[in-house]
């Protein structure tokens, strides 16, 4: 039986209290929250970050991942290898990118299931809308990550009975590369032609799964159009699974994975879950829970990711960290880019955070060294990854003056259990909360963009309760 | 194998020293020519007597001749050197070993920083290609980091080490606005100073060492020629460098609270001179006070006070002017300013003065010690250099 073995979610730390935009605008905004990408995260740190997640509980090794978003931090390069990189998964694993549309995590969650060995689709989105939109308000920024593999992989927890899709060529939302807003067809032309696919799919779904819509225990539909997602939902009744869009927002991409792994988080064995995708057609999947889902615990769930999220965020700095507000910069002059040879080079460390161990002394060098510290001895190391290993503030500082996208930077020498050092960036933190002995654990960051290269690099952000 | 140091072996003759300051009309080489003129005339030697010369800069030029082409040197041999913030006392050790080996008869050591061209706030210089995973943390960033180390191990609570970090901000003003060469010539109010805006951790402006531009040289000769050229030579007791593994940011028993290189490099120094209690024994120091808490820091690390004591010492005057041991009567880096190559120079020009007692009367301490100490660092905490000198006006 080949399906779902594990997932993994990230949903970032900051939200927008949505009230905010009205408050600055007089316009647009509305209730509840939605989820932001801090400044220094882009679909590729999310996607990993949630890719973690789902590895952490498992000891399973991909040997594909298929990475989509709409929102991808590079064009032409492949964004999945950065993944790959920072997971420190092997040279053989094919790692590609499913991009542009809405509608590739479609792309991404079919191609893991459907090839061969242990694959991870990782989805991700960032979603921007010009301010007072109802794409600002109501759009959200998270990732979602699921593992699918064979029994004799790891138990599954989830299979698909049925999977049907249809498509149709329409205007309902759209973009060129390069703007930092869609365009939306009116509303009301959408919501037909969806319901028209979706009623197509979902059918031809159950039909291939021997269930009928009274058989299923919860639905799930996603989609970025508002009213059409609506329209449907009447035909889920009181089994529809809550799309967070109030706490979180609807993150575009990420938003069928996120609530399958959301209905997972709760799932009981032998649950019928029919999940609906509307994105330039229609995408419908009838999965059901097996035995083994009772004996899952998933690393962070879905709902205490949101519930530990700070909803301090000014408007302002959602305004500036998106791009749409240009700050007076630092009279510091601009990070120096990247060079591709030193990167390559420093791949494992660099982006798999793996430091080398003297194995004489013990000593952990963080980053690697040929020569121990200890003891002096040459050549004589092991690689040790230290992006899971928690650790401890030794010391700290503010630095107000440093060139930062969203002054200051928090800086902190921290000690990870059972050795090593580190000077790390913090991120995702209050600098008036920051103390010697707090608790910290790392996470893949972009550090800054130069001459159109993303600087990805780990950071400490304080350790999840 | 073994360093054994060249006490007595040679002397300095002659020094030269420019204001520091924001010089908008005037670049290094016009201050290299200043210096270097005023270093002549003191040591009463004209330019076609100097054998060789060793000039230290970070950023303001690079090779022999960004000194050579200003002052039109005749074919001479010229070193140009960079060791950081060390850089000029990295000039003015390297001639005086080639004195000391007798390679020469007469050199000069000079160094120059032109920094207020560049725009920019703070230090700033190019480093080569990397993977990008380097701190970006600036010089104000990585020196606080001190700060909250040391009141955690000593006990301090946030006012009291900010009080203290004050304290030595404004007592380096203080000595300051009794030199006329200091970029900051007034003293500051302590409000002032502990209220001045934030630029890393607890450090406001008023914590961090002046940016300017400016020069300084001497003349060094065999220390049996100096009174050829002046009857108040200074002789050179010891120098010392170290360079560390820059493991502190690795190595978890690294505390923050020391620095290792200046440990080594004053344990050496201090072996070469002959010193056993620095406190007791040293007249005046000039230190790298390149941010208050650094200051703090270095009268540990260079034996003038008990670990976890100089922060009761700093707060009771001992390294005022008037104090027990006055360190930085010139004012320090945090008011005669920092021209990167030329500090370690301009700290040995105010050992030239004191220890000859042709300082102003207003700040010339009254010692009958004769020993100066100057210390210079580059670097970071965890990852510097460090350079002492014990310099003297008495043979033995």
Redesign the interface.
């Known amino acids: 039986m080949r399906g779902i073995i594990g997932y993994g979610t990230y949903v970032p730390y900051y939200r927008l209290d949505r009230s905010k935009i009205t408050a600055a605008m007089g316009a647009g905004g509305g209730r509840g929250h939605r989820a932001v990408a801090s400044y220094d995260e882009d679909t590729t740190t999310m996607g990993v970050e949630a890719a973690r997640n789902a590895l952490e509980t498992s000891s399973a090794t991909p040997s594909s991942i298929w990475f989509a978003t709409a929102n991808p931090a590079y064009l032409d390069k492949t964004n999945a290898t950065a993944i790959q990189a920072a997971l420190d998964l092997p040279q053989e694993t094919w790692a590609v990118d499913a991009g542009g549309a809405a509608r590739s995590a479609e792309a991404a969650v079919r191609g893991a299931m459907g090839t061969t060995g242990i694959s991870m689709a990782v989805v991700s989105d960032l979603r921007t809308g010009n301010p007072t939109s109802n794409d600002e308000s109501g759009g959200g920024d998270a990732a979602a990550a699921l593992l699918f593999g064979d029994d004799e992989d790891a138990p599954v927890i989830a299979q698909a009975l049925g999977v049907a899709a249809s498509t149709a060529e329409f205007l309902d939302r759209y973009r060129l590369p390069g703007e930092s807003a869609s365009r939306i067809w009116e509303e009301r032309f959408g919501e037909q032609a969806y319901l028209t696919l979706a009623n197509d799919a979902i059918e031809r779904a159950c039909k291939e799964a021997n269930v009928g819509l009274e058989d299923v225990d919860k639905v799930i539909i996603a989609g970025l159009h508002a009213r059409a997602v609506r329209g449907l939902a009447r035909i889920a009744g009181d089994k529809l699974v809550d799309d967070l869009t109030t706490q979180i927002g609807n993150p575009g991409t990420a938003q069928l994975p996120l609530l399958l792994a959301s209905a997972l988080d709760q799932a009981a064995p032998g649950e019928t879950i029919l999940c609906v995708h509307l994105a330039d057609g229609a995408y419908a999947a009838v999965l059901q829970t097996t035995p083994a889902i009772a004996d899952y615990t998933p690393s962070a769930t879905v709902a205490s990711q949101i519930e530990n999220g700070s909803d301090n965020l000014d408007y302002n700095l959602y305004l500036t960290w998106r791009g749409f507000l240009d700050r007076e910069p630092?009279?510091?002059?601009d990070?120096?880019?990247?060079?591709a040879?030193?990167?390559f080079?420093?791949e494992d460390?660099?982006y798999a955070f793996v430091g080398s161990r003297d194995r004489s002394s013990g000593?952990i060098?963080?980053?690697p060294?040929r020569v121990s510290?200890d003891g002096g001895a040459v050549d004589d190391m092991e690689r040790v990854r230290m992006a899971d290993v928690p650790a401890t503030i030794?010391?700290?500082?503010?630095?107000?003056?440093?060139?930062s996208l969203s002054p200051p930077?928090v800086?902190v020498?921290i000690?990870f259990d059972g050795?090593?050092?580190?000077?790390a960036?913090m991120t995702d933190v209050d600098p008036d909360e920051v103390k010697?002995g707090d608790r910290v654990q790392m996470t893949f960051r972009r550090?800054f963009t130069a001459e159109g290269?993303h600087?990805?690099?780990w950071k400490a952000r304080p350790l999840s309760k | 194998m073994a360093s054994h140091g060249i006490k007595d072996q040679v002397a300095i003759v002659g020094m030269g020293c420019t204001p520091f300051g924001e010089h908008w009309d005037k670049g290094a080489d016009d201050m290299l020519v200043d210096a270097a003129h005023e270093a002549y005339a003191s040591a009463g030697v004209t330019q076609d007597d100097i054998d060789a010369f060793w000039l230290g800069t970070m950023g303001s030029g690079v090779s022999g001749l960004t000194l050579s082409k200003p002052l039109q040197l005749d074919y001479k041999p010229v070193s140009r050197l960079e060791n950081m913030c060390a850089t000029g006392s990295e000039a003015f050790r390297n001639a005086c070993y080639a004195v000391a080996s007798g390679a020469y008869d007469v050199v000069m050591a000079i160094g120059v920083e032109k920094l207020k061209d560049s725009g920019y706030s703070g230090l700033t210089g190019s480093r080569p290609p990397s993977d990008g995973t380097d701190s970006s943390l600036t010089a104000p960033a990585t020196f606080s980091l001190l700060a909250p180390a040391y009141a955690h191990k000593h006990g301090l609570d946030d006012e009291t080490m900010k009080e203290v970090l004050t304290r030595i901000a404004w007592k380096n003003h203080k000595n300051g606005a009794l030199n006329p060469r200091a970029q900051f010539r007034k003293e500051v109010a302590k409000e002032t100073i502990a209220g001045s805006p934030l630029v890393a951790g607890p450090l406001g402006i008023f914590d961090c060492s002046g940016v300017s531009d400016g020069s300084a040289a001497a003349v060094i000769v065999r220390a049996e020629d100096a009174h050829r050229y002046t009857d108040k030579p200074l002789y050179v007791k010891a120098l010392s460098f170290s360079s560390g593994p820059a493991t502190g940011a690795l190595d978890p028993s690294y505390d923050y609270t020391t620095f290792r290189e200046v440990r080594a490099s004053a344990e050496e120094a201090y072996k070469q001179a002959g010193i056993n209690d620095p406190r007791s024994q040293i007249a005046m120091a000039e230190v790298h006070d390149c941010f208050t808490p650094t200051e703090l820091v270095l009268m540990e690390d260079l034996g003038f006070a008990e670990e976890g004591t100089a922060w009761k010492e700093a707060l009771n005057g001992t390294f005022d002017l008037d104090g027990d041991l006055p360190v930085n009567p010139d004012g320090g880096l945090k008011s005669f300013g920092h021209p990167i190559g030329a500090s370690g120079l301009r700290m040995l020009f105010e050992c030239w003065l004191q220890l000859r007692g042709e300082a102003p009367p207003e700040r010339q301490i009254d010692s009958d010690k004769t020993l100066g100490l100057t210390h210079n660092l580059g670097g970071q905490p965890g990852a510097c250099v460090s350079f002492v000198s014990v310099v003297g006006s008495e043979i033995g």
């Open positions: 630092p009279r510091r002059p990070p120096d880019r990247p060079g040879p030193p990167a080079r420093s460390w660099k000593a060098h963080l980053p060294m510290m030794a010391t700290f500082t503010v630095d107000y003056l440093a060139f930077t800086a020498v000690d050795g090593g050092r580190f000077q960036e010697i550090l290269i600087n990805y690099f």
